[in-house]
């Protein structure tokens, strides 16, 4: 029963998967901050809230490895399972999505640092020359 509500999870609206995923994502945290406070082990990636940024990183994974165990392999003999295959496409697409944005932000900062490093090393570059060439 348990597995094939999961499987449901992924396969409709990708709106109402994002909250089963942060539903789930909060279980799985409580159970890595046991494992940080009680045993002094570092959780898995999906167990830990220090992480939560891979969510969709970590949900990509998770449909694609359901997509190709269970869906992928059955589709092919019984063309039943094809809507199931059809919805995990599209939600993996969606989490590609997410996960694409939370990747491009890092590099978007970093960029914007490097501009600004830039501004600050040319304007400390022009005091100097103008200290250096205009003496008092």
């Not at 597995?3 to 998967?17: E, P």
Request: charged share 30%.
């Amino acid at each position: 029963m348990r597995k094939s509500k999961c499987l449901w999870s992924l396969v409709h609206d990708q709106n109402n998967d994002l909250g089963v995923a942060l539903l789930v994502a909060a279980e799985f945290w409580e159970q890595g901050d046991l494992e940080i406070s009680v045993l002094q082990q570092q959780p898995i990636p999906m167990m830990d809230r220090r992480k939560v940024a891979e969510i969709p990183k970590l949900q990509v994974g998770f449909i694609d490895f359901m997509k190709m165990c269970r869906c992928g392999e059955f589709s092919h003999f019984h063309k039943e399972i094809q809507p199931m295959l059809d919805g995990l496409l599209k939600n993996i697409n969606e989490w590609k999505t997410h996960a694409d944005e939370y990747d491009a932000k890092p590099k978007a900062l970093e960029e914007e640092k490097k501009k600004e490093e830039e501004k600050m090393a040319a304007k400390k570059g022009l005091k100097q020359y103008l200290a250096f060439s205009c003496p008092a």
